[in-house]
Every structure is written in structure tokens, then in C-alpha cells.
């Protein structure tokens, strides 16, 4: 079957139930997407598919249709930081980084939805996606940075 | 975007279940929905109506399911009979399989009943909103993805987020029924102002939805399925609506 990531089209030869993370990551060697719980419960597998966020592994390849899947490797690019990818840089958001590209695949989305949110719905949605390491409050300053970079246009 | 998220789903006259279809991002992947079984449900009522046959029965199938609405003769239920149906479709509506979605004003959908242990809000800080998706932080179907209908065991690991082929979210605020007595949710259910504007029929038809159709009854992942069957329980829903929606309290 073929699907949609980043831009390009790709021929897969999987079991149609094969989540969507299960074929990016190992399929086809795109590794930002990490594999957390498996479960829905953590976020790290976090893409966007036609542009909303969706964990990857829950998502079977044979859902997933006609639709464009983006994960963070097409967010931006090096040269080209999404605002976000860029904000997370410039309030040093990481430590592990393992949970991170959910995280930031999370806070595109969002802010596309919600472009100028407050403290709370910051929390009530990047709560939904695990970080260990705690950096919850970095997450917060730097989603507020890129919403309002964002709406600077 | 949001906005339009919100109109769609907000401009729905009370159903029990808030299935914004249009409006959510991750649309079907198969072609059918309840809007279509809900214009079905409609027009065998209209040729009922017209036809003077409504008890005529119908049945509406989904995959291989066959729910028969086959509502008992006018006058064959006794206000008792009706009382004991009643008794019945209030252990489903207060099972965590149904409750734990029907939770009113909160937008917090709960997680209870015998897989979870102690009663809990649902984890992740789920809220989800006037919307009832999610549209305004985080929504259902980001984790409650909608799958193929003919994908039968697709709920088979413990704790995973439930899939049905239709899109997740949170009943209706008038429909409350997480915590609620068997009085407040018969008075809720006959209450056409408070049941989507339903007869007990279309409330039977109603049940054919995805969710109640494939899941209810069937949870997978070490879930408690909602007592007795859907027959069982569109049989009972018709039955107390012939005998006159009997309630506890009267
Ligand atoms: S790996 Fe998908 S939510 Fe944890
Ligand atoms: S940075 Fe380590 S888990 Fe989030």
C-alpha cells in the first residue's frame, strides 16, 4: 500500500493492522517518532495526520487513507525551524530529549487550533504527553514564545 | 479552524451522542455513519406513520450485527413490565461502558468500574470541552483513532484506547449519567427536552451506532462489556416506552 510522509510517497509491504509507528520507524527509517507505551498513554509517537495530532501507535496503517502524515522530520528544516522547533531551542526545552518530537508535534498543532492560549490550556494539552524528565515548565515558556512569533507572522 | 469545529457540533439539536462527523479531522474510513442511520431510522418512521404500520419491525444491520426493532403491541406492557425494563436499561446506562462518557457538565470523562480499580477522572488531563471532542485542547480522536469496521479485534490490548469506527467524544451535557440515580436518568431519557427530542424508538435506533454496536458490549482489553446484550436492551428500551416510560419516582 502506499502512504503519504512528509511530502513523499512511499510503497509499504505490511500487515494492514501495523501501527502507523511500527511502519515509519522501522518501514521506513523515519526514527523522530518514538515508541513510549504503545498504548496511547505517553505521546512520544505523536505525528500529524492532514495536519492534527494523532499517536502513531494508534493508528493501523489501513486507517489511515488517503491521508498526509507529517512527523518532525517535515516539520521544518535546518534551515527553516518551524516556530516552534525554534522556540524550543532558544528556552532549551530538552533534556533527554526522548519525548521531545511528541512534545513539539503536540505544541504545532495546538497552536494551530488555539494561536493565543492561556497557562491552563497549555497544561491541559501538553500534559496529555509525557516527559520524565520533568520539563514541563520550559514547555510551557516556549509555547507561549512561539505563539506569539507565530502571530507575528 | 476551532470555530468551525465548534459550530458544527454545537448547532446539533441535544443527541445523545454528539457525533460531529463533518466537523472532526479524522474523518471515516468507511462510508457509513449514524447521520445516514439516523435519516434511515427517520424515513422508516415516516413510512410508518404514513403507512399506518408502526409496529412494524425493522432491523438495521452493521457488519454481520442485526439489532431487530420490534416494538411490543400497543397496551401489552403493564406499568410493572415497564418498571422492570426500566430497572434493566438503567444497569446499562449507569455501567462504566456507558456512564463513564455521559458525565454532564464536567467535561472530564471518567475511568471506573472493575478493569480500573478506584474511580478516577481520565488520565491525561483529558478535557473535553463545550466542544465535547476536545476541539479546544486536546482532541478524543488524537488517541481514540477511528478504525475500519470490518477490524474486529482491534481492541485487544489492555489500556490502549479504545477504537470503534466512528469518531470518540463525550455524550451530550443533557444526557448525564455518570453518578446520576435511576430516577434523574429516567427522568433525562423520557424527557424530549432532554433526550434530543427522541420517541423510545428512535432512541432504539439510535443504539445502532458504532460505538454501541461494536463496543459496548464487546470492550476488549480486559474491559467489563455493559450488562445483558443490545437486543436485550433495545427490546427493553421498546418495551418501556410502550408501557409508558415508567419511572421509579412516579
Ligand atoms: S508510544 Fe504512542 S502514545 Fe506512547
Ligand atoms: S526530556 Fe526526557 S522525557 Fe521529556
Known amino acids: 500500500m502506499q502512504i503519504d510522509v512528509n511530502g513523499k510517497a512511499f510503497e509499504v509491504e505490511v ?29 512520544a509517537c505523536t505525528v500529524h ?34 516556530a516552534v522547533q525554534a522556540a524550543w531551542i532558544e ?9 521531545q518530537s511528541g512534545q513539539i508535534m503536540q505544541a504545532a498543532s495546538f497552536l494551530k487550533t488555539n494561536p493565543n492560549p492561556s497557562d491552563e490550556q497549555i497544561d491541559a494539552v501538553m500534559s496529555s504527553n509525557l516527559c520524565r524528565c520533568g520539563t514541563y515548565p520550559r514547555i510551557r515558556s516556549a509555547v507561549k514564545a512561539a505563539a506569539k512569533k507565530l502571530q507575528e507572522g | 479552524m476551532i470555530n468551525k469545529l465548534f459550530e458544527v457540533s454545537m448547532t446539533r439539536s441535544l443527541p445523545l451522542v454528539s457525533l460531529p462527523f463533518r466537523a472532526l479531522p479524522i474523518p471515516l474510513t468507511s462510508g457509513r455513519s449514524s447521520g445516514s442511520l439516523g435519516s434511515l431510522g427517520f424515513l422508516i418512521l415516516l413510512v410508518a406513520v404514513f403507512s399506518g404500520t408502526l409496529t412494524l419491525s425493522t432491523s438495521v444491520t452493521a457488519a454481520e450485527d442485526k439489532v431487530v426493532i420490534n416494538p411490543p403491541a400497543e397496551g401489552s406492557v403493564s ?7 426500566w430497572a434493566r436499561i438503567f444497569e446499562v446506562a449507569s455501567h462504566p461502558r456507558c456512564a463513564n462518557c455521559h458525565t454532564g457538565e464536567s467535561d472530564r470523562p471518567m475511568w471506573s468500574g472493575p478493569s480500573y480499580g478506584k474511580t478516577r477522572v481520565h488520565g491525561m488531563n483529558v478535557q473535553a470541552g463545550t466542544s465535547r471532542i476536545g476541539a479546544e485542547t486536546l482532541l478524543c480522536g488524537t488517541c ?38 435511576s430516577e434523574q ?12 427530542d427522541r420517541t423510545m424508538r428512535e432512541i432504539a435506533e439510535h443504539l445502532n451506532h458504532d460505538l454501541i454496536l461494536h463496543w459496548a458490549w464487546a470492550p476488549g482489553g480486559g474491559r467489563e462489556p455493559a450488562p445483558y446484550s443490545l437486543q436485550e436492551h433495545v427490546n427493553d428500551i421498546l418495551a418501556w416506552g410502550v408501557a409508558g416510560t415508567p419511572c421509579p419516582q412516579d
Open chain 1, 15 to 43: 500487515e494492514p493492522e501495523m501501527p502507523l509507528l511500527w511502519v515509519l520507524r522501522d518501514e521506513l527509517g523515519i526514527t523522530g517518532p518514538k515508541y513510549g507505551c504503545g498504548i496511547a498513554q505517553c505521546g
Open chain 1, 49 to 82: 495526520v492532514d495536519g492534527f495530532v494523532v499517536r502513531s501507535c494508534q493508528l493501523a496503517v489501513r486507517d489511515l487513507g488517503n491521508r498526509k502524515v507529517t512527523t518532525i522530520e517535515g516539520l521544518g528544516s535546518p534551515e527553516a525551524l518551524h
Open chain 1, 91 to 99: 528556552h532549551q526545552v530538552a533534556q533527554c530529549g526522548y519525548c
Open chain 2, 79 to 85: 406499568q410493572q413490565e415497564g418498571l422492570q425494563a
Open chain 2, 144 to 181: 481514540h483513532t477511528t478504525k475500519s469496521e470490518d477490524w474486529d479485534n482491534a481492541n485487544a490490548t489492555p489500556h490502549a484506547a479504545p477504537r470503534v469506527a466512528m469518531n470518540w467524544a463525550l455524550a451530550p451535557v443533557e444526557a448525564h449519567w455518570f453518578g446520576q440515580t
Open chain 2, 185 to 196: 436518568i429516567c427522568a433525562q431519557l423520557r424527557n424530549p427536552e432532554t433526550n434530543g
